[in-house]
């Protein structure tokens, strides 16, 4: 083992004076040798192989370590034969690139779960595999990157055998020969049936599909993948075709429908606890409490079970022993006598009368929990008129303001079908009728209760022979009964609730839509900015920043108390030492009278030579921000005014980086939100948050604690440690020293990784400035190895190797891109196939090669011989295609600047206006003409043929900064309202 340092070292010369990165641009030709090689390191056939080996445990520690991980790269006793071949031949390998695989394979087995292993075996076998890793790295002429071979022992425990891929790593599932990538395949029946930890009489997978509308194979996916703590962006972004497909906004519905049920179920469970340890489980109220499907029928079945309750009327006729009267009554009415049953002396049973209305109760209570009856009715009020009606409190409040009242005057004498309720008016209803303004009630009419007891009497309760007049006058009774008092009010909570329910989460997700529409608005970058909080008496906060976010300057002027005309000049001498000619404007208080003032010195050319433009963008929100712990830390000692200046400026300069650190309830573009479910609404935002930041990516090296908390799979926590192990060790050559920050797991390694952006020019200065201590350290090293000298301090060695890892490490120029370290080596085969290199990953010629190649394959058969899926090979071939520091978001519209106003007073019924949406909400779109007073797009307004046909859409719904063409058709001056149509979208 001492020769082949000294091997290497005569020809190291030769090896370091080419370019310091150019091993990332040799790639070997795709010839038949190389296709064989390939499969060496492939490990499309070594995982199916090693799950199947039957060895005992014991056995484990005689093979050799890291075995697991070594699979993908040497296999069998022809292999090792090879290793030797290549050892002998005269290869040119730097004393860098051994050392740093040999400390790499330390690493990496330190990391595996190698109990019981005896040291000293290690320590002699590690040798040897290391040699073979270099070589077979070498082989192909390129390093592979390690990602999806060598992190594959460690990444995750497997769980099941015998069931789909879900609970193996993802590089697992793409190395499986059946499902490459997790290909989606449509699960025989047995599979789509998911093991809850509560049973219940219903299948989660058939009643999520039913509700969702989604295929039963998707949602047992969903089911799987959320099980397995993935996220939703990377399972939008990198698990497509296990998801049919499906975009973020149907993910979230799919993961709050089966939370809803889950609950439901532990609802249920704990409930039959309870009436277990009272005694009062029988057998056909087990089997009730397992088929309710919502709380509302939980809800139902249970209220008599309740510990505190006095009993129904039916419990209380059942203590009394009419029970066996009532089941006579519907099996054998023949042979019933009621006057059996007086006693004289027993109160409730003192007269025929007492006995009758006794067996009514409990036939009610039969009749109203019995299944199929439940069934009918629902049935039957789907295909009926059924309305919602509400009206003005009888007697109001003391403490309802008049002012209140006049808001529901729409509803004070209000009534529609339920299946044409709107989602706002619902929520409208609801707080009227919260504030104690308005009473609400569900109208079933008398036609469909006529049809139901008919239905009862002649199929479902029909008494089994010849029944009396009297008779059949308690089974009458009974069904009128039933229906008034139970099942009627049961019917009336179902449809409030579904209809509160899907009134609150479509007021979520469109709240989630505009806040996503929000966040990804374009930024305005290499712009020196001025920031302006306008403010009256405490005159308008100023903030001027550098294009990299940095405060030059804050200041204050008073351009509302007669001094407009002095400071002028200080406004234009700052614009001018700066030589800033953009000003955002806040559209708080004062905004309409600095915007009137900022445009008349623009008109009069006041700032010349500058062309300065302005813009208002708003400041929800920024009042919070400025006072929080964050902007104290970030910006200390500064007025919370004046950073309410920067937070404007930086919202055009970058609106995903600056809005982040604002809750996203604060950010005003919401509807009834502080209605609907507080925890549904933050988990929403939040993940609309998570999304956006994934998919955006951040650099690893410059972005924010702030922003890197909102990545897939970290949290603040593991932000803070990227931070601090930035600040302590410098920036990250690779994403593999992601899995050297604490708290980092395989698994938050695997949901980040893809997400995550190494800048390779940044990479590059910062390398070269480093080469040349790095250099020596390694020559260093380089010789004691070579002279064969062995460390006798344990402790010294660990610490010169994790010297020379630092040292030694290489970037990946895949670092840049959205591929997933898991899909490396997909990557790589993909550009031996098309001829390129890692060199031009975002360049033309990378575009033209791709183009020409799939132009001849296709994709399909590309994604076939690759062994992988349609949509992971787009995924490659984006993040080879797209530019390096692409962002999507130039897609999206800019901030309007302007140079001019238009005042309220000058519009007219019929102009043609451009203008900002600023919010969407179920009625209408809110839009900024640039008068002071957004006009309301009414909802009927907004059809299909309007919409912009380039931008996909999943409603018709219009974001925030969506630039539309519209007319005036109403304008109301004395209320301050504005009501437009749509023309277009531009």
């Keep these: 083992m001492s020769s082949l340092p000294r091997r290497a070292k005569v020809q190291v010369q030769t090896a370091v004076s080419k370019e310091e990165y150019s091993y990332f641009s040799e790639l070997s030709s795709a010839s038949e040798e190389d296709d064989k090689e390939d499969t060496v390191w492939e490990p499309q056939k070594k995982v199916p192989k090693a799950r199947k080996q039957p060895a005992p445990k014991e056995s484990k520690p005689k093979r050799v370590p890291g075995g697991k991980k070594n699979t ?38 330190k990391t595996a779960k190698t109990k019981r292993k005896n040291p000293a075996q290690r320590t002699k076998k590690l040798k040897v595999h290391e040699e073979t890793i270099t070589v077979n790295n070498l082989v192909d002429g390129a390093e592979i990157p390690s990602t999806s071979t060598m992190g594959e022992g460690v990444c995750k425990k497997e769980e099941s055998e015998d069931d789909f891929t879900f609970g193996q790593s993802p590089l697992k599932r793409m190395k499986t020969e059946t499902c490459p990538q997790g290909q989606p395949v449509k699960f025989p029946g047995s599979a789509n049936t998911i093991k809850e930890e509560v049973e219940m009489n219903w299948d989660i997978v058939q009643v999520l599909s039913e509700r969702t509308n989604i295929e039963l194979w998707v949602c047992a996916n969903i089911i799987r993948l959320f099980n397995d703590d993935n996220t939703i962006p990377f399972i939008v972004r990198y698990r497509k075709e296990l998801i049919n497909n499906l975009d973020a906004d149907s993910l979230r519905e799919v993961r709050q429908t089966l939370e809803e049920l889950r609950m439901v179920a532990k609802k249920v469970h704990s409930t039959i606890q309870k009436i277990k340890k009272e005694g009062k489980m029988s057998e056909c109220l087990l089997k009730a409490l397992l088929n309710c499907r919502s709380f509302e029928e939980l809800e139902h079945v249970s209220a008599p079970y309740k510990s505190g309750s006095k009993g129904t009327k039916a419990q209380r006729a059942k203590q009394l022993g009419l029970e066996a009267a009532a089941k006579t009554l519907l099996e054998n009415p023949g042979q019933l006598n009621l006057l059996s049953y007086i006693r004289s002396d027993v109160k409730g049973l003192s007269a025929l009368q007492d006995i009758e209305t006794g067996v009514q109760h409990i036939l009610a209570d039969m009749i109203a929990k019995d299944k199929d009856t439940l069934d009918f009715i629902r049935k039957l009020c789907q295909n009926r008129y059924i309305c919602i009606q509400s009206s003005l409190a009888k007697v109001s409040s003391k403490k309802v303001n008049e002012k209140d009242v006049d808001k529901f005057q729409l509803y004070q004498n209000f009534s529609c079908n339920i299946r044409n309720i709107q989602h706002h008016q619902i929520l409208a209803i609801n707080r009227g009728e919260n504030l104690k ?65 899907d009134a ?226 410098g920036p990250f050559i690779n994403r593999e020293q992601l899995k050297k920050v604490k708290g980092l797991g395989p698994k938050s390694f695997q949901q980040c990784a893809g997400f995550i952006r190494i800048n390779q020019d940044y990479i590059r200065t910062f390398c070269s400035s480093q080469q040349t201590e790095s250099s020596s350290q390694i020559q260093a090293v380089a010789v004691t190895s070579s002279a064969g000298a062995e460390v006798t301090n344990e402790k010294q ?122 919010n969407a909400t179920l009625f209408g779109i809110f839009v900024d003409i640039g008068v002071g007073q957004s006009g309301l797009i009414p909802i009927r307004n907004v059809t299909e043929a309007k919409l912009s046909k380039t931008k996909k859409r999943r409603s018709l719904g219009l974001g925030p900064g969506e630039r539309v063409e519209v007319r005036v058709l109403n304008i109301d001056i004395p209320r301050s309202r504005i009501t437009l149509d749509l023309i277009r979208v531009l």
């Design 797 to 918: 060695g660990k610490k010169k190797s994790k010297t020379t890892v630092d040292a030694i490490l290489k970037p990946n120029p895949l670092d840049q891109t959205c591929i997933h370290p898991e899909s490396y080596d997909i990557a790589m085969r993909f550009l031996l196939f098309i001829g390129g290199t890692l060199g031009e990953i975002g360049k033309p010629e990378m575009q033209q090669k791709i183009n020409s190649f799939l132009d001849k394959e296709g994709i399909e058969k590309a994604a076939e011989r690759l062994k992988t899926t349609v949509h992971t090979l787009q995924v490659v071939i984006d993040g080879l295609s797209q530019p390096e520091s692409f962002d999507f978001r130039t897609d999206f519209d800019k901030p309007d600047f302007k140079r001019s106003i238009v005042c309220l007073e000058d519009l007219q019924v019929g102009t043609i206006l451009t203008g900002k949406v600023e």
């Design 437 to 501: 303004i308005l009473t609400v009630k569900v109208n079933i009419s008398d036609g469909i209760k006529n049809e139901f007891c008919r239905w009862c009497i002649q199929n479902r309760w029909r008494p089994h022979g010849f029944a009396r007049p009297e008779l059949m006058k308690i089974l009458h009774n009974s069904l009128d009964d039933s229906f008034k008092r139970l099942i009627y009010p049961l019917l009336c909570r179902e449809f409030r609730a579904k209809l509160t329910s």
């Design 72 to 109: 993908a790269l040497t296999s069998g006793g022809s292999e090792c034969m090879a290793v030797k071949e290549e050892l002998n031949r005269s290869i040119a390998i730097a004393d860098v690139d051994l050392q740093e695989t040999k400390l790499d394979t330390a690493q990496t087995l």
């Design 504 to 729: 609150e989460k479509e007021s979520v997700m469109m709240f989630g839509r505009n806040l996503r529409q929000l966040l990804l608005t374009s930024p305005v970058p290499g712009r020196t900015l001025m920031g302006v909080d306008p403010g009256y008496k405490h005159g308008c906060k100023l903030a001027i920043i550098s294009p990299t976010s940095q405060i030059l300057h804050t200041d204050v002027v008073y351009l509302h108390c007669g001094q407009g005309f002095r400071e002028a000049e200080k406004i234009k001498r700052l614009l001018l030492n700066f030589n800033c000619s953009t000003v955002v404007i806040g559209n708080g208080t004062a905004c309409r009278e600095t915007e009137a003032y900022f445009a008349d010195l623009i008109m009069k050319n006041y700032f010349a030579p500058l062309d300065v433009v302005y813009c208002i963008v708003s400041e929800a929100g920024t009042s919070i921000y400025s006072v929080s712990p964050e902007a104290n830390k970030e910006m200390p000692g500064l007025d919370p005014n004046v950073r309410s200046a920067v937070s404007i400026a930086r919202r055009v300069q970058d609106p995903l980086a600056e809005l982040v650190k604002i809750e996203p309830k604060h950010i005003g573009v919401g509807m009834y939100q502080h209605d609907v479910s507080q925890t549904l609404l933050k988990a929403t935002l939040d993940s609309v948050v998570e999304e956006c930041v994934s998919f955006v990516g951040v650099d690893i090296n410059i972005c924010s604690e702030v922003l890197l908390r909102h990545i897939a799979g970290l949290n603040a926590n593991r932000a803070k440690n990227i931070i601090e192990w930035r600040e302590k060790n």
